[in-house]
């Protein structure tokens, strides 16, 4: 098998994804799928959408199209800001985008007319974490505008927490949330339909609560491809969390000094590298490297650590670990990890299907992009 490589198992991935719907249905919350950190799979897409989430979310526009073409059968959510200039392509291949500038809400309007379609808007609130969002007092203006332009429909509002500064989401921020549906819908006399609380970051605060308000809709990624949630990176009760693996070959593997001999200058990165003393120890390389994963959102096997990378070698000390040249070593990916990973032209993807037969994919490079 081609190393390196993801492992993606879809029947662990479907467990996790329908294990979080049914829950979360009976808090008459939505799942939102979001497909980012896969790069827009179809295949995986599809097994979220066999679980049983609403809709599919995705931050790239080019994700979207790949999905779209693959004539994945989901509404499809743009769930960062559209920029301007693709504001075209967000009309014409995604169903609703989460918004926050008025600006581009007009253009997605004259867009929308020029397509003739009907675009959904999403109105996010800035409440705490300090990324995307309308500061909350300006928000009625700008539902009011919202709601007078030509071939746009106001489906709901929402929140982005946990993301930039680490805010959690918690029962004052999401009833500042509930509240300001209240006042829409007073102001307005209309019902808002979403309302989207929020990422993989709201489960702890949505399984702790008796009154999770007028939430009615929760975007999630990491929670359903890595099962964790993302505050503390704890496993969440009774999902996989080695859906995804990372398996990676072995290059070399000699006993070495732990220290460096000469003058310690920069090293490929512009770090001047400090090392601690533990004697010889048995370092082993593996053909991956900084190009393709994030060093640090990686987990090595029981008695082995990680002690370094550059862009094509990942250092490990091995401890007693007797691994030969041509071995393979599995990994466990974070987040940041697994989107290196997946977005690596030189990681293959490997995805296992439900009886079991392996299935190699190569949707970094195949995938139908617009010209
Ligand atoms: C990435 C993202 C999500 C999904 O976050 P997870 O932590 O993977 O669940 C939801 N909403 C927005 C706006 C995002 O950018």
């Known amino acids: 098998m081609p190393a390196p490589r993801l492992e993606i198992d879809l029947d662990k991935i479907y467990h996790n994804a329908r294990t979080l719907v049914d829950r979360l249905a009976s808090r008459g919350i939505s799942v939102t799928g979001v497909s980012k950190a896969t790069l ?44 301007l200039s693709q504001a075209e392509r967000v009309v014409r291949h995604a169903d ?23 675009h959904g808007v999403v109105l996010m609130v800035e409440l705490g974490d300090l990324r995307e969002g309308i500061m909350p007092d300006d928000l009625i203006d700008t539902v009011r505008e ?21 805010v959690s989401p918690d029962s004052q921020n999401m009833a500042v949330l509930s509240k300001l549906v209240d006042s829409i819908e007073a102001t307005f006399g209309l019902t808002v339909d979403i309302v989207s609380g ?12 008796t009154d999770t308000g007028r939430i009615n809709d929760l975007r999630m990624g ?14 969440i009760d009774g999902l996989h969390t080695d859906a995804i693996t990372l398996i990676a070959e072995v290059i070399e593997s000699k006993v070495k000094p732990s220290r460096p001999t000469g003058e310690i200058g920069q090293n490929a990165f512009g770090e001047k590298p400090t090392t601690t003393d533990r004697g010889h120890i048995m370092q082993t390389i593996l053909a991956i490297g900084i190009q393709d994963i994030d060093p640090c959102g ?3 096997p029981v008695g082995t650590e990680i002690i370094g990378a550059s862009s094509d070698h990942l250092l490990l000390d091995s401890g007693s670990y007797g691994l030969s040249v041509g071995a393979e070593m599995m990994f466990q990916l974070n987040y940041s990890a697994l989107v290196r990973a997946m977005t690596s032209p030189f990681v293959t993807k490997i995805v296992k299907h439900h009886r079991a ?4 994919q190569d949707w970094t490079s195949g995938l139908p992009r617009e010209q």
């Open 146 to 166: 919202t709601l007078s332009l030509p071939n746009i429909v106001f489906k709901g509002i929402g929140t982005n927490l946990a993301c930039r500064s680490g």
């Open 96 to 118: 609703v985008s989460l918004n926050t500038e008025i600006e581009v809400i007009r253009k997605l309007s004259l867009e929308a007319q020029k397509a003739n379609r009907r």
């Open 298 to 300: 990686l987990q090595s």
């Open 357 to 360: 037969s392996m299935v190699q």
């Open 40 to 83: 827009g799979s179809p295949e995986i897409a599809g097994v979220f959408l066999q679980a049983g989430v609403s809709a599919l979310g995705d931050s790239r526009i080019e994700n979207i199209e790949a999905m779209r073409y693959a004539q994945v059968p989901a509404s499809m959510t743009m769930i960062r800001s559209p920029m």
């Open 222 to 235: 990491e929670s359903i491809l890595l099962g964790c949630e993302p505050l503390h990176r704890t496993p």
């Open 198 to 209: 929020g990422n993989s970051a709201n489960i702890q605060w949505v399984f702790s609560e």
